[in-house]
């Protein structure tokens, strides 16, 4: 027995040995096979990194930030390749004394370079890291706030300013003052100053409020500015909020500003022209802001200009000139150093010429010297267009956020200055002149979405007066809370421009009165409940007239008079059915109905040959257009139109809109998928917006200009050949509400191409249980799916259990930034590690009320450090059975990027994550249990919560909340 057990074990270290030397043996008669796949992993390496050079270069040169890690990869694969390159030319060298038949003077030296070329770890493992950087090397930045955008002024030298700014920041710093006041004349910079206060002290605040009050006081604006302030500060957080240029007294508390002695916490810094004004509002501490003297103003100047002003004698003299005519204001300084700094000498003595000739005698003094230098600024505007919109800026009401949408229209309609080719023509022209106006310092950014900018005050004072002389001749009364208009015959009959704009006018003139140099009407947001002939009569040259969000219940005849009208805006008077008449204005260029009572597009509307764009949105009536109408605006290039009832007219009114070869831009609803004819084509469209469905829903667009929307209960498989051409060719961003018949993404909708798409929203769709199940999916396949996904919005999935039934290396979320889940109550965790260490494009997170959810990552990784380099904000409410976010063991995982987390009525959540967790840049966590009694501030987060890497240990939530 002992003999055959001694000979099994013989039996198996042979076995080992022959093994071992088989794979020895290998290295070096298999050498060139194996060179030649350490060559071709090489080159994979080298192609991925060249790859991913690319981005990063476009991606410095677009001023992104680059994504933690990347660089860091570049340089490891660059470090790696180099090594492996020594390799291939030693080896190549070494080969050269081998004999042709593959036999070697030095079988060692064989062995060892095929041995070595089997070490392909370093670089499959390289290839492997690097592939969540080929689809996103880059950060991209998250809208800035207020304070983010602000630049620190250069003050060196400014002591009258650096004076005043001391005094306010002691008096923000003094904790017995609640109410700060800084009066001064318009222009002296009181603005400026509390921008610079507030960045210079916000590490003493939570958070930094800012709103403009301006001579018409909009309390629901001002309320709506500060909401979340004044929920903060009710909380107890201490905040700052700025009240910019106040007229007149406020009364805080109606306004919903926390103030007094139970609310300390509230710090109040106003801005006001008028001592009185801050007297009025109990300022315990009130700062004067002087114009300053010529040393300081020069200094001002200096920074606007150069020092070109100092070095060239010829210049200096009249730059010396120049400035005292300035009147030490430094929003005047500004802008003439913007106008002057690159022209000649010539050109600042003729400018110098034209600031010594008397402003207005009539006019503010705190701006008669702002008058002169602005008008300077706006004369030596070489772009016309600019000019014009200048102006224009000047007609909607003080401090209002001015869509340059509203802009683009007003320009076709006015036809000004050159005739546009198309409406995107205009867009451009209006976007250059918005740039150099912005240039100029003569308009602002409104701190809302791009679309929209704003003018100071005082600039928009002096674009008045401009608009007062010349060819032009305003009449600006907008946001003045004027209830009825009745001007008589003493009146200037010489306008070029009224704007009665966002007042409250219920009656126009009903008598004779004349207008005939009258281009621009502007009577929106009024209670106008009609149009009197007369008035009509007195305005028949008349271009743009704007009566959108009136009470107007029909169209008097004399309308037809308006022969020179090129833009007419009716939007949202609900009562307006009957618009026939409008059939008569030939040379409309564009017709704006939305929001009215129409039913049908009657057969005149098809005499306005001159269209180019017509806007039918939100007419809950509309279900016909005559026949052939659509067909006869042969110039239409952006067509907005949503239909409710199914009609057969629907039809036929695109199959004449697939005829029109001038259309770029089209937005549709339609009641059903069967009012699209199936061979409707989308390719000439630059941007589209086509929504099926009976009702109106909430409108998920992340891209307006690519987007799909199908609400209905049934879908059609396979798809309508007109919707399948759409997803291919288009790929638009897509949003599928309540179809009964829909189980999951992959397979039901994976021939119809929805793999391929940037963004999905699945919305109360009660039968999907997941996104993805290969089980039925026929065939075998290497695709990674919902890689393409940038945007996933899940909300009502009642049944979604998980969200893919598919092995996980099935799944990739590189791309995707924005997830939101909403009443998913069946989904008890998301994301495996495995998945989630992958979501490196990830910005934001939002699940609300998905009461079942107990972790949303789980699962081990190989990985010692997870890093999620782009999210930002995470949101949490409503998750009753949430226990953690992340419930495995990864030694490390970082947040770069993370600024936000709302912790909301998720009371059963004791841990965010096992081990240590690093976030550098968190600013705000708000934690409420069920109960409601908790809430962490930004002093809390730094010292309790999250801790960055130096926490190991288990956080438990609820013990941090109890000791706060």
Same mark, same amino acid.
């Given at each position: ?55 990063? %270069?476009?991606?410095? #040169? ?22 492996? %390159? ?49 689809? @996103? ?31 306010? &920041? ?51 604006? =001002?309320?709506?500015?500060?909401? +979340? ?87 200096? +003299? ?7 005519? @300035? ?46 230098? $602005? ?60 740039? =150099? ?86 009577? /929106? ?24 969000? /009136? ?38 260029? =564009? ?46 290039? %952006? ?7 199914? +009609? *057969?007219?629907? #039809? ?6 697939? @005829? ?29 917006? *086509?929504?099926? %469905? ?8 992340? /891209? ?87 945007? $996933? ?80 904000? &995470? ?50 966590? /708000? ?15 730094? @010292? ?18 109890? +000791?706060?």
């Amino acid at each position: 027995m002992a003999d055959g057990v001694v000979t099994s074990v013989a039996d198996k270290v042979i076995d080992s040995m022959f093994v071992v030397a088989k794979k020895e043996i290998d290295y070096m008669w298999n050498r060139k096979q194996h060179i030649q796949n350490f060559k071709s992993e090489v080159q994979k390496l080298k192609d991925m990194k060249g790859r991913i050079q690319q981005k990063i %270069e476009l991606a410095k #040169h677009k001023g992104d930030n680059l994504v933690h890690g990347v660089e860091d990869w570049v340089n490891a694969a660059d470090a790696e390749i180099l090594k492996a %390159e020594e390799f291939i030319t030693e080896e190549g060298n070494a080969k050269k004394t081998c004999f042709g038949i593959g036999l070697c003077g030095n079988w060692s030296t064989l062995h060892r370079y095929g041995k070595k070329a089997t070490h392909t770890a370093p670089l499959t493992e390289l290839q492997e890291h690097g592939k969540p950087y080929e689809s @996103c090397v880059s950060l991209a930045t998250p809208a800035p706030g207020l304070l983010d955008v602000y630049q620190n002024k250069n003050l060196d030298g400014i002591i009258t300013q650096n004076s005043a700014l001391g005094d306010i &920041i002691a008096a923000i710093e003094d904790e017995s003052i609640q109410i700060i006041g800084i009066y001064g004349v318009g222009g002296v910079g009181k603005t400026t100053l509390a921008k610079e206060v507030a960045a210079r002290v916000k590490n003493l605040f939570a958070d930094v409020a800012f709103t403009t009050i301006s001579q018409t006081v909009d309390a629901d604006k =001002i309320r709506k500015d500060t909401e +979340s302030a004044t929920k903060r500060i009710m909380k107890g957080e201490k905040i700052l909020i700025i009240l910019d240029d106040v007229w007149e007294k406020l009364d805080l508390e109606e306004l919903c500003i926390p103030s007094g002695i139970d609310h300390m916490n509230c710090k109040i810094l106003l801005t006001s022209r008028s001592k009185d004004v801050c007297d009025r509002m109990i300022a315990q501490s009130k700062i004067c802001v002087n114009s300053l003297p010529f040393k300081e103003a020069w200094i001002l100047f200096k920074h606007a200009v150069g020092n070109k002003v100092e070095t060239d004698i010829s210049l200096k +003299s009249v730059a010396i000139k120049v400035v005292e005519e @300035c009147g030490g204001l430094p929003l005047v300084i500004d802008v003439i150093g913007n106008t002057l700094k690159n022209r000649d000498v010539n050109s600042w003595k003729a400018a110098l010429t034209q600031l010594q000739k008397n402003a207005p005698a009539d006019i503010d003094p705190s701006i008669r010297k702002a008058f002169i230098n $602005l008008k300077l600024s706006y004369d030596y505007l070489e772009n016309e267009e600019a000019q014009w919109c200048f102006l224009q800026c000047s007609m909607f009401p003080e401090d209002s956020k001015i869509l340059l949408e509203d802009l683009v229209h007003y320009r076709v309609g006015l036809e000004k200055i050159k005739e546009v080719e198309s409406m995107e023509d205009a867009r451009n022209r209006v976007q250059n002149a918005i740039n =150099i106006l912005k240039s100029s310092s003569l308009l602002l950014d409104a701190n809302v979405p791009e679309h929209y900018v704003k003018m100071h005050d005082v600039v928009r004072d002096v674009a008045l007066l401009i608009a007062t002389g010349g060819m032009n001749n305003f009449l600006v009364m907008a946001g003045k809370g004027v209830k009825e208009w009745l001007p008589r015959n003493n009146i200037s009959h010489s306008y070029t421009g009224i704007s009665l704009m966002h007042n409250r006018i219920c009656n126009l003139p009903d008598y004779q009165i004349s207008f005939p140099q009258l281009e621009a009407t502007y009577l /929106n947001d009024n209670d106008l409940r009609s149009m009197p002939d007369e008035f009509i009569e007195g305005i028949k040259n008349t271009r743009v007239l704007n009566l959108a969000s /009136n009470m107007i219940p029909f169209l008097p005849q004399s309308l037809m008079g308006l022969t020179q009208l090129r833009m007419l805006n009716l939007s949202q008077n609900r009562s307006l059915c009957e618009v026939s008449i409008l059939g008569e204005l030939k040379y409309l260029k =564009i017709l704006i109905l939305n929001k009215t009572g129409i039913k049908e597009v009657p057969e005149s509307i098809g005499q306005l040959v001159n269209l180019r764009r017509l806007e039918l949105k939100d007419c809950k009536e509309l279900c016909y257009t005559t026949p052939g109408v659509i067909l006869k605006l042969s110039r239409l290039e %952006e067509l907005c139109i949503e239909f409710v009832v199914p +009609s *057969i007219g629907i #039809h036929k009114c695109l199959a004449e809109v697939m @005829c029109l070869s001038k259309l770029t831009c089209l937005r549709l609803k339609a009641p059903s998928v069967y009012d699209i004819p199936q061979d409707f084509k989308f390719d000439k469209l630059k941007g589209f917006n *086509i929504r099926i %469905e009976k009702e109106y829903k909430i409108d998920y667009t992340w /891209n307006p200009e690519r987007h799909l929307t199908l609400c209905t209960d049934y879908l059609v498989f396979p798809f309508l050949k007109w919707m399948k051409r759409l997803i291919e060719v288009k790929r638009p961003n897509t949003s599928l509400f309540k179809i009964k018949n829909l189980n999951n993404i992959v397979p039901d909708l994976y021939q119809e191409g929805f793999n391929k798409l940037e963004g999905i929203a699945l919305m109360e769709c009660p039968n999907i249980t997941c996104l993805v199940d290969t089980c039925d999916l026929e065939g075998n396949t290497n695709e990674k799916f919902l890689m393409e996904f940038k945007h $996933l919005v899940l909300s009502g999935l009642y049944n979604l259990k998980v969200l893919w039934k598919c092995p996980d290396e099935f799944i990739s979320l590189t791309n995707l930034v924005n997830l939101s889940i909403f009443n998913c109550s069946g989904l008890v965790r998301l994301f495996p590690m495995s998945v989630a260490k992958g979501l490196v494009s990830l910005k934001e997170v939002q699940i609300k009320s998905c009461r079942n959810l107990e972790e949303v990552i789980w699962g081990e990784t190989e990985t010692d450090e997870v890093v999620f380099p782009c999210l930002t904000t &995470i949101g949490l409410r409503g998750c009753m059975k949430l226990k953690s976010f992340y419930s495995g063991s990864c030694s490390s995982i970082r947040y770069p990027s993370l600024v936000k987390v709302e912790l909301i009525v998720c009371h059963k959540m004791e841990m965010w994550r096992h081990e240590s967790h690093e976030t550098p840049k968190l600013k705000f966590v /708000n934690h409420v249990p069920l109960d409601g009694r908790y809430s962490i501030n930004d002093a809390v987060v730094k @010292c309790v919560f999250f801790l960055s890497v130096y926490i190991s240990k288990l956080i438990r939530i609820d013990k941090i909340f109890d +000791s706060v």
